[in-house]
């Protein structure tokens, strides 16, 4: 299964949304209703981390302002305000058919 | 609090097999439905999942790399291992092991290490 990002960058102004979106080349539904699809950012000098499992769900400690969605093959994850600690690299991963990731989104402040 | 630690040599030469450890503390690797996986980064290229140990020896690869990989487990010392043979420069990466839940506890690649990089040159 193949993943693609966009956009590939992304600069945004301080406490301003902003949004990356994840297509994957079929549908990540599971026969167990869900969609196996997270999101992982890997800030600058940093381990990858969690951000988002199974389409919408919030890891432990992931601020409320990050937000996932989206169905089948298309999918979403948005910031509502982004903050200077936003910086890094976003992965989607799906989690269907082994394991692939998006190229990566990089989040850089105006 | 789960954490993670890869180690292993960080020059590799070509035709070679790269051999990493992943040693585990704050929870047994032996829990079942617990996965135990490798990833890599490569600068240019982004990250590539190899593949994954559970329920103490089971194993499942990425596909492209399915014919050089292998992950062992040694549960006395709660630690698992990559093998990665036949290694080219493409192989420099930086390579993470990383926990997950599976089955319908699926909670994501929660806990990861802090990564070692690995070159390939003569």
């Known amino acids: 299964i193949v993943m693609t990002q966009s956009p590939l960058f992304l600069p945004v102004t301080p406490g301003e949304p902003a949004s990356i979106s994840c297509r994957s080349s079929?549908?990540?539904?599971?026969?167990?209703?869900?969609?196996?699809l997270d999101w992982y950012v890997q800030k600058p000098g940093q381990s990858p981390q969690l951000l988002i499992y199974?389409?919408?769900n919030r890891a432990s400690g992931v601020p409320d302002r990050f937000s996932g969605s989206g169905s089948g093959t298309d999918f979403t994850l948005k910031i509502s305000r982004v903050e200077a600690e936003d910086v890094g690299i976003y992965y989607c991963m799906q989690g269907l058919q082994s394991r692939t990731f998006g190229q990566g989104t990089k989040l850089e402040i105006k | 609090q789960v954490q993670l630690q890869e180690s292993g040599p960080g020059l590799v030469r070509p035709s070679q097999t790269l051999s990493l450890t992943c040693a585990v503390s704050g929870a047994s690797i032996s829990i079942p439905n617990y996965f135990w996986s490798w990833v890599r980064h490569h600068p240019e290229k982004g990250l590539e999942w190899i593949g994954y140990?559970?329920?103490?020896?089971?194993?499942y690869f990425h596909p492209p790399l399915k014919s050089r990989v292998s992950i062992s487990v040694d549960t006395s010392k709660n630690q698992f291992s990559l093998r990665l043979s036949s290694v080219t420069a493409a192989d420099t990466a930086v390579y993470y092991c990383?926990?997950?839940?599976?089955?319908?506890?699926?909670?994501?690649?929660?806990?990861w290490g802090q990564g070692t990089t690995v070159i390939v040159s003569s």
């Open positions: 140990m559970y329920n103490s020896g089971s194993t």
């Open positions: 199974l389409v919408s």
């Open positions: 990383a926990r997950s839940r599976g089955g319908r506890s699926y909670n994501g690649m929660d806990v």
């Open positions: 079929q549908s990540l539904l599971h026969s167990n209703g869900y969609s196996h």
